[in-house]
Each structure stands twice: as C-alpha cells, then as structure tokens.
Nanobody
Framework: QVQLVESGGGLVQPGGSLRLTCAAS????????MGWFRHAPGKEREFVTG????????YYADSVKGRFTISRDNAKNTVYLQMNNLKAEDTAVYYC????????????????????WGQGTQVTVSS
C-alpha cells in the first residue's frame, strides 16, 4: 500500500519559514505527479502547489505564489514544500498528495485528481 508521510510542521511566527517534507514509499515515485494541499479550520481543503514527475514544472495557488516553493528529489522519493514569509492565514493542516493518472509533464493541480494522501502535518503561524 502506498504511503506518504509528512513531517516538518510546527509553530512559527509571522514572517518565519518552515520546510515540509513528504516521504513516499511503495510506489514508483518518479511516475507520480505530486502536490500539497491544506485544510484550515472552518474552511474546505484547498490546493497549494503541485509539481510534475521529472522536469520540475510547478503550479501554485495565487495565495502562496512567491512565498512557497515545491521541489522533489526522485532519488530519495521525497517532495518538499519550502514556506517563507508565513502569514496567519497559512495556518492549516498540510497534506501531501500523489497522482498517477495526471500526465507526467503536468503538475498536480486538482483535488479530484489525487490518488493518495498523506496523514497531514499541522502548521500554525502565530505570534
């Protein structure tokens, strides 16, 4: 069974940075587009960012563009989310996601395309 395990969440002050990591196992990682979603209290789960299989094509929600960076290391079966200049509204549980059906040259961009989810990691931005 495919496993996606997130880590790196925590409490950070506004303006601070965090780096989330998602370790994938039991899949041919380089054949999956990957992404991050988040779920804030009282809101629906939303797309944050996605990345293609191998060529590094990325896509970002407008709310995080210029502040967040997604990357992946196919040799380590890992995807990262570097979050800078964090704001209170970034507070949420962040989920790693994987999809095999999206063409490999496109980034993951839609929640309904997600095939596998991680368990989530809490990010809290507060002073």
């Amino acid at each position: 069974q495919v496993q996606l395990v997130e880590s790196g969440g925590g409490l950070v002050q506004p303006g601070g940075s965090l780096r989330l990591t998602c370790a994938a196992s039991r899949l041919t990682f380089s054949n999956y587009v990957m992404g991050w979603f988040r779920h804030a209290p009282g809101k629906e789960r939303e797309f944050v960012t996605g990345i293609s299989c191998r060529d590094g094509t990325t896509y970002y929600a407008d709310s995080v563009k210029g502040r967040f960076t997604i990357s992946r290391d196919n040799a380590k079966n890992t995807v990262y989310l570097q979050m800078n200049n964090l704001k209170a509204e970034d507070t949420a549980v962040y989920y790693c996601a994987a999809d095999f059906r999206t063409p490999c040259d496109r980034p993951l961009s839609r929640m309904d395309a997600v095939e596998y989810w991680g368990q989530g990691t809490q990010v809290t931005v507060s002073s």
